[in-house]
């Protein structure tokens, strides 16, 4: 009995239960079937599991067909509990109940110590590669994963949120997107749905109701320029003041700037497009950033007469503004911004016209741009959303319908309470 009393310790049962037998079959590789009981004392620590009724004096009815709950390999073999659940009678209302065996996880074809182990991997790498590593079905992972996000989702309190922060998500590039909310105080994802429109905003204030929270709540909303983001904002979310996030403003000026560079780079003369060749990676860093490379060809270059050398110093003029420390001296530095880029535009001509675009975008978003000094949102965790984005869909490769998308979202950046394991 000394295999058996040491599986008993490795599975953690208590006195109700006890392992019968440990035995090894060579089919399919080799496995260790693990045999599990219960014992006399089991029965009164047994309540009817009617609310109404909830009695004890649980009497054993019958076994529930014997099954088996995969667990963590033993001597590199596959190892299975197997067990024939017990099942309950309540002496008051008659009910017959299946009595819960303590291995059992949520996806209920594991054991709990299985399946931390393998959400360990699914967080880590792609869900494939997971199940390839713990010999399983991948699609049988997916549905513990669904299983465990679902309850602890269920179990999410947003009672303290109030800066909120929304940016989307590609499933697939060109086809569906997610829109992702964010709590920016405890930097977590706390909701995602199909689409990037206005009514995503009507889904979130319908779901936080659910969590303890409510849309009258949220005080401050970063989100990127899109007229239906801003739109959803205020149909939904009356209270909170948008703040414009900087780095979407930022990346506003990059498309601008690259949106000159590909222009010129189609009219120019050869000399300039000889310049302009290959330098597509220059216009988007900043001097600091370029390697010893990147920097000599940019000295090569004739900035003042190339229309993208003249966009790129409009873009770092732009970035310097958000050093701004009060939002007094924020507008003052926008407002000169608007009418130096358009005075700029107008000398050199229409090959700058995309930044006079951006200019107009500024003028007419500027109290939301502003709201960034006034509130003193901190939009860092959006930003680094994007690489939590890029490893969401390496561990969903393959499942990248917005379901798995999303489970795989709660699971990665949603700091959900799952298995204590996966949290230390």
Not at 211 to 233: C, E, F, R
Request: aromatic share 10%; with cysteine; proline share 3%.
């Amino acid at each position: 009995m000394i295999a058996e009393k040491a599986f008993e310790r490795l599975l953690g049962l208590n006195e109700c239960w006890e392992v019968v037998g440990a035995e090894y079959e060579e089919e399919e590789g080799g496995r260790f079937l693990i045999i599990v009981r219960e014992t006399a004392k089991l029965w009164p620590t047994l309540k009817c599991p009617e609310s109404k009724c909830a009695s004890d004096g649980i009497t054993c009815y019958d076994h529930a067909p014997a099954r088996t709950w995969r667990h963590m390999d033993a001597f590199g073999k596959k190892t299975q509990v197997l067990c024939e659940p017990p099942r309950g009678k309540c002496p008051c209302c008659q009910t017959v109940f299946r009595v819960p065996v303590p291995w059992e996880g949520e996806g209920k074809h594991f054991t709990k110590d299985f399946e931390a182990f393998a959400l360990t991997l699914m967080r880590e790498m792609p869900a494939a590669k997971a199940a390839e590593i713990v010999r399983e079905n991948d699609t049988r992972l997916w549905r513990m994963l669904f299983a465990h996000m679902g309850k602890a989702y269920a179990q999410l309190d947003l009672s303290e949120l109030v800066h909120l922060g929304v940016d989307e998500l590609s499933c697939r590039k060109g086809h569906d997107y997610l829109t992702v909310f964010a709590d920016l105080v405890k930097r977590r994802v706390v909701y995602a749905t199909e689409g990037k429109d206005h009514t995503t905003f009507e889904r979130f204030a319908e779901e936080i109701l659910k969590h303890n929270g409510h849309p009258k709540a949220i005080t401050q909303v970063a989100i990127d320029m899109s007229l239906a983001y801003t739109k959803g904002v205020k149909e939904n979310l009356g209270n909170a003041a948008i703040v414009y996030d900087k780095f979407h403003v930022v990346a506003l000026a990059n498309a601008a700037v690259d949106k000159v560079r590909r222009q010129e780079a189609r009219e120019g003369d050869a000399q300039i497009k000889e310049q302009l060749k290959k330098s597509m990676w220059i216009w988007r860093k900043n001097p600091e950033n370029l390697t010893a490379k990147e920097e000599a060809k940019l000295e090569d270059m004739d900035l003042k007469h190339l229309a993208t050398g003249q966009a790129y110093q409009i873009r770092l003029e732009l970035q310097s503004i958000y050093h701004s420390r009060t939002d007094t001296k924020a507008r003052e530095r926008w407002n000169d911004f608007i009418k130096w880029v358009r005075r700029k535009v107008d000398r050199f001509g229409i090959l700058l016209e995309p930044m006079r675009t951006l200019a107009d975008t500024i003028e007419t978003n500027l109290e939301g741009i502003l709201a960034h000094w006034q509130e003193g949102l901190t939009t860092s965790f959006m930003e680094g959303l994007n690489s939590v984005f890029s490893a969401v869909k390496r561990k969903a490769r393959g499942y990248r319908s917005a379901v798995y998308m999303t489970a795989m979202l709660y699971f990665v950046a949603g700091k959900l309470a799952i298995p204590s394991i996966l949290t230390h």
